[in-house]
């Protein structure tokens, strides 16, 4: 059974940065491709950034912008999203996600298998 386990969410001024964790505990996780994806309240959740299980490719939502940065450690079974710079408009649950089909990882998850609880990041003064 995968189990997904994020964290390092928080309230950030603009302009900070955060750095978020997620935890597979289960199976290997290089099996999976691995991604970032966040709801706003009032908004349809989108993906953030996603990375293939050898981490041969990454990729990010046009938003990013270079802002943030999705790695992977999968001798510690961890995935990570550096975000930098952040703004407001970043305010979001951010949830990692699963899946060993890579095209599911892609849009807004609506095909990955498996979701973390999610945690709130919130950018404000």
């Known amino acids: 059974q995968v189990q997904l386990v994020e964290s390092g969410g928080g309230l950030v001024q603009p302009g900070g940065s955060l750095r978020l964790s997620c935890v597979m505990n289960?199976?290997?996780?290089?099996?999976?491709?691995l991604g970032w994806f966040r709801q706003a309240p009032g908004k349809e959740r989108e993906g953030v950034a996603a990375i293939t299980n050898r981490e041969d490719n990454t990729y990010y939502g046009d938003f990013v912008k270079g802002r943030f940065t999705i790695s992977r450690d999968n001798a510690k079974n961890t995935v990570y999203l550096q975000m930098n710079s952040l703004k407001p408009e970043d305010t979001a649950v951010y949830y990692c996600a699963a899946d060993p089909i890579p095209s599911h990882i892609a849009g807004a998850g609506q095909r990955v298998d498996y979701w973390g609880q999610g945690t709130q990041v919130t950018v404000s003064s």
């Open positions: 289960g199976p290997k996780l290089d099996r999976y491709h």
